[in-house]
T-cell receptor, first 115, second 114 residues
C-alpha cells in the first residue's frame, strides 16, 4: 500500500512567485492534515480536511496560503505570493478516523526555499 | 495551547552506547504522547505512542519511552544505538481539548558516531 506522497520534494522559488504543493493521502483516508516546519523550529499545524471540507484552518498563517481538496482525494497548498519567511518543510499527513487513537501517517515533506 | 519542549537540539553518541532524548510537555489535562522519527529523505514515522495503561511503552527498533505525569515528561531511550539510528526525532502531544492536531517539539538530531 502506498503511503502519503508529496510533490515536489524540493522547490526553490523567488520572492513574489507562486508555488503549489501537492499531497496524495493514503487511499481511503478521509482526514488530511498540513503541517509546516520553519528552520530550527517546531512542526506546526496548518489545517485539517475531512474529505473536501476544511475542518480546522486555525493554523494557516495568512491569506497568502490557500489549501484545497477538491473531490476529497489529493490536496494542494498554494502560496501566493511567496515571502522569504515561508521557507520551510511542509508536511502532509492522513488518517482514516478522527479519534485521538487513530494513527496519522506523514509524507516525506516538501522543502520550500524562497530566495 | 500546548507546548512541547525538546531541550537537546543535537545529540551525538557513540555506536552501542545508550541514549536518552528528553521531552517535556505543558498540558495539565489528559495527554496522548508520541515520538516520531525522520530518517534522511524520508517522512515522519511513528516510533511509539502512549495513549493509556502502562507508563513504559516500547516502540520499533528497540526504542522505549516512559510517561511521567508528575514531571510532565516522556523521554525516549535506547540501551544501545546503531549507526542506522541517526535521524531526527520529534516528540508530539495530542489532547482531546485541542482536537486532532499534533503539537510537536523542535526536534532532536541524533548522530551515532562509529
Amino acid at each position: 500500500e502506498a503511503g502519503v506522497t508529496q510533490f515536489p520534494s524540493h522547490s526553490v522559488i523567488e520572492k513574489g512567485q507562486t508555488v503549489t504543493l501537492r499531497c496524495d493521502p493514503i487511499s481511503g483516508h478521509d482526514n488530511l492534515y498540513w503541517y509546516r516546519r520553519v528552520m530550527g523550529k517546531e512542526i506546526k499545524f496548518l489545517l485539517h480536511f475531512v474529505k473536501e471540507s476544511k475542518q480546522d484552518e486555525s493554523g494557516m498563517p495568512n491569506n497568502r496560503f490557500l489549501a484545497e481538496r477538491t473531490g476529497g482525494t489529493y490536496s494542494t497548498l498554494k502560496v501566493q505570493p511567496a515571502e522569504l519567511e515561508d521557507s520551510g518543510v511542509y508536511f502532509c499527513a492522513s488518517s482514516q478516523g478522527t479519534d485521538i487513537y487513530t494513527e496519522a501517517f506523514f509524507g516525506q515533506g516538501t522543502r520550500l526555499t524562497v530566495v | 495551547a500546548q507546548s512541547v519542549t525538546q531541550l537537546d537540539s543535537q545529540v551525538p553518541v557513540f555506536e552501542e552506547a545508550p541514549v536518552e532524548l528528553r521531552c517535556n510537555y505543558s498540558s495539565s489535562v489528559s495527554v496522548y504522547l508520541f515520538w516520531y522519527v525522520q530518517y534522511p529523505n524520508q517522512g515522519l514515522q511513528l516510533l511509539l505512542k502512549y495513549l493509556s495503561g502502562s507508563t513504559l511503552v516500547k516502540g520499533i527498533n528497540g526504542f522505549e519511552a516512559e510517561f511521567n505525569k508528575s514531571q510532565t515528561s516522556f523521554h525516549l531511550r535506547k540501551p544501545s544505538v546503531h549507526i542506522s539510528d541517526t535521524a531526527e526525532y520529534f516528540c508530539a502531544v495530542r489532547t482531546r481539548n485541542t482536537g486532532n492536531q499534533f503539537y510537536f517539539g523542535t526536534g532532536t538530531s541524533l548522530t551515532v558516531i562509529p
